[in-house]
């Protein structure tokens, strides 16, 4: 045990790996990163399911079933991904009783290029609830403008939902709203609200990395001693939001029928340039309640060097909102920096994805059986 995370852990803030793939679950690596290092969820995206088929033999078999099958390439990639989300819920399932379905969840995210269409993204999340049959998977569903009404029906479902790519407060209130309208709607079909449970995930470093790059081509100082504090400042303040939306007296209805909070994750939070020290977005983002899904780099870096002095977010609000007001003032647009990260987000899925299906293709090929 490890006496960052482990303090980490002790300051309400969820440790979740942000990957995922069939050798980390068959070698036992995953059960290890649980007992050992306070791993208590899993993240995955289009991108680390890519990363992980393509590498590798440990999807050969299953690949052969379905190439003898002759399933479509989306049939094979679903049947491959819902494999592996199940079998790691299973694994993570004592977390899962141990803290009332708080955590021990496992997220798989609908198919990137439904993001902005509403209807295939509900319908796309009732079928991978169904395909991985488990309480304690969450669907991950896009913060995109076709993705909140989405999020209401859903939830009003009673399937727990990942809400992922926030980078905007604004879209962070809207997520909120839509979380609170989901519960509205299950109470009124008579649902349990306490098996409800969602993440809202914040993306965290892309914002430095694209302001930074802003502030870079400005050259000047005053600009050069903005870098690196725009990620942290728009993620205290969602905090902020948090604590505010979740203190209102609607809220306050459906707590009292039973609802859990959306917790604030922290998504993105390896750091991207190296000049940062690589626990930047988790030392500085400790607040109650709250989830850091961290790639296995990052895990590993707080384990070494993580530097957890309590919670960094209280009291932070002021300043926060300082350092993005001195940015806007530069000339950088806060809300045109949001659109093109969430723009670049799906975009990047997308890309992630349409590899996914190329790379099945090949796979399914190579081990289709010979006719006759």
């Known amino acids: 045990m490890t006496d960052a995370l482990k303090r980490l852990s002790e300051e309400g803030v969820a440790i979740w790996l942000d990957d995922l793939s069939r050798k980390r679950i068959t070698s036992g690596n995953l059960t290890e990163l649980i007992d050992q290092q306070h791993v208590v969820g899993v993240t995955t995206n289009p991108t680390i399911f890519q990363k992980a088929i393509s590498s ?3 999807y050969d078999q299953q690949l052969s079933d379905l190439a003898a099958r002759k399933v479509t390439v989306e049939e094979a990639i679903r049947m491959i991904t ?12 004592p977390v899962f009783d141990a803290t009332d379905g708080q955590d021990g969840r496992v997220s798989i995210e609908v198919d990137p290029r439904l993001a902005h269409n509403t209807k295939a993204t509900v319908a796309e999340a009732k079928q991978l609830a169904w395909l991985v049959d488990r309480p304690n998977t969450l669907i991950k569903i896009p913060a995109t403008k076709a993705g909140l009404p989405a999020i209401t029906e859903v939830i009003g479902l009673g399937i727990s939902v990942n809400v992922t790519l ?10 909120m709203d839509a979380y609170l309208a989901g519960l509205e709607k299950a109470k009124e079909r008579g649902l349990d609200l ?7 995930s914040f993306f965290v470093s892309r914002v430095d990395t694209e302001i930074d790059k802003r502030l870079n081509a400005l050259g000047t100082d005053e600009a050069k001693a903005l870098r690196g504090k725009a990620a942290v400042a728009n993620a205290r303040l969602a905090y902020q939001a948090y604590e505010e939306v979740f203190s209102t007296a609607r809220w306050s209805t459906l707590e009292s029928a039973g609802a859990n909070k959306q917790r604030p994750l922290w998504a993105s939070t390896g750091v991207k340039d190296p000049a940062y020290k690589p626990t930047l ?13 961290m790639p296995e780099a990052t895990l590993q870096a707080t384990e070494e060097h993580g530097e957890i002095t309590g ?3 209280s009291g932070t609000y002021v300043q926060a909102r300082a350092d993005l007001d001195a940015i806007e003032k530069l000339g950088i647009a806060y ?3 949001v659109q093109v990260l969430e723009d670049e987000g799906v975009e990047k899925f997308e890309a992630s994805w349409t590899d ?16 006759g």
Do not use: C
Request: no cysteine.
């Open 356 to 371: 996914l299906l190329d790379s099945t293709e090949a796979e399914l090929q190579r081990l289709a059986p010979s006719e």
């Open 335 to 337: 809300d045109d920096v």
């Open 82 to 93: 819902t494999a592996d989300v199940r079998d790691a819920t299973d694994i993570l399932r």
């Open 56 to 58: 590798g033999d440990g």
């Open 166 to 175: 926030i980078f905007s407060l604004e879209r962070y209130r809207e997520v």
């Open 194 to 200: 306490s098996l409800i449970h969602s993440v809202a």
């Open 281 to 293: 977005y988790v030392d500085d983002l400790v607040a109650p309640n709250t989830v850091n899904t």
């Open 311 to 313: 919670n960094t977010i």
